[in-house]
């Protein structure tokens, strides 16, 4: 097969992630223990407050820290006291804590694709949290390139694309989020393999734009089916 570059998301696709966050919010729930609001409720507050908090300061443990206190200050029943804010943020803090918990298949995939294929690593979030979590994962020495930025959208690839010269038709992004990984990668002329997870974030979700891309896309149910396709 030809050499070709296989652009790679990290977070739900190669370990563990969006589980840790919601044991958080778990935490959180029971220690809001809200008189009248269901936890569903709760997380629908907290995911718009997300939305809007993403665009200005991006992701990570702290920023969701910084969510999850606004949110507190919204519901909260009972006078807010520093310790309570202390105890919130603690729920966030210790996300980071988690070992990396690589996902079934990853390990012995990315050494099968790093002797055939060009690997990069493109992940959003805090800068300095990404590349720790890189660094503890054992997984940077298969990839070639890794691209750490604020937010994963159309021009992000199409940047990427130009500064690492990548032939489009030649070019796959892998990943499990459609609104990060597969459609803005299908929309800047790459093809695209979705490989869905079950506790994807819900602000992550969005319906594959496959339609009137020019670019390919595969679903695969898991990361070891890529040995099949590259």
């Known amino acids: 097969m030809t050499r070709q570059h296989l652009i790679i998301d990290a977070d739900d696709t190669l ?3 969006n589980v840790f966050f919601e044991e958080a919010f778990d ?3 029971a220690f809001l223990d809200h008189a009248h609001m269901t936890p569903p409720q709760v997380r629908d507050v907290l ?5 809007v908090n993403a665009r200005i300061h991006g992701y ?3 920023n969701f820290g910084r969510n999850l206190v606004e949110t507190y200050h919204k519901l909260a029943h009972r006078p807010v006291s520093e310790r309570d804010l202390e105890v919130i943020v603690g729920f966030a803090e210790r996300i980071l804590e988690h070992p990396i918990i690589l996902r079934p298949g990853v390990a012995e995939t ?3 694709l790093a002797a055939k294929h060009e690997l990069t690593l493109f992940t959003k979030g805090h800068p300095d949290e990404q590349r720790m979590k890189v660094d503890r994962s054992g997984l940077a020495h298969y990839f070639d390139h890794v691209e750490i930025v ?3 959208h159309v021009e992000a690839y199409s ?3 130009s500064v690492k010269n990548f032939h489009a038709p030649a070019t796959w992004m892998i990943g499990n989020s459609p609104k990060s990984d597969i459609n803005p990668a299908l929309a800047a002329g790459f ?3 979705f490989l869905p997870h079950p506790r994807t974030w819900i602000l992550e979700r969005e319906e594959l734009r496959a339609g009137d891309a020019p670019g390919r896309l595969l679903v695969l149910d898991h990361f070891g089916e890529l040995r099949a396709h590259f």
């Open 15 to 17: 370990w563990e992630n």
């Open 27 to 29: 935490k959180f729930v």
């Open 47 to 51: 995911d718009a407050i997300e939305a």
């Open 60 to 62: 990570g443990s702290k």
């Open 110 to 112: 990315l050494g099968y």
């Open 150 to 152: 604020k937010e994963k």
């Open 159 to 161: 940047d990427l694309g």
């Open 191 to 193: 093809n695209a393999v």
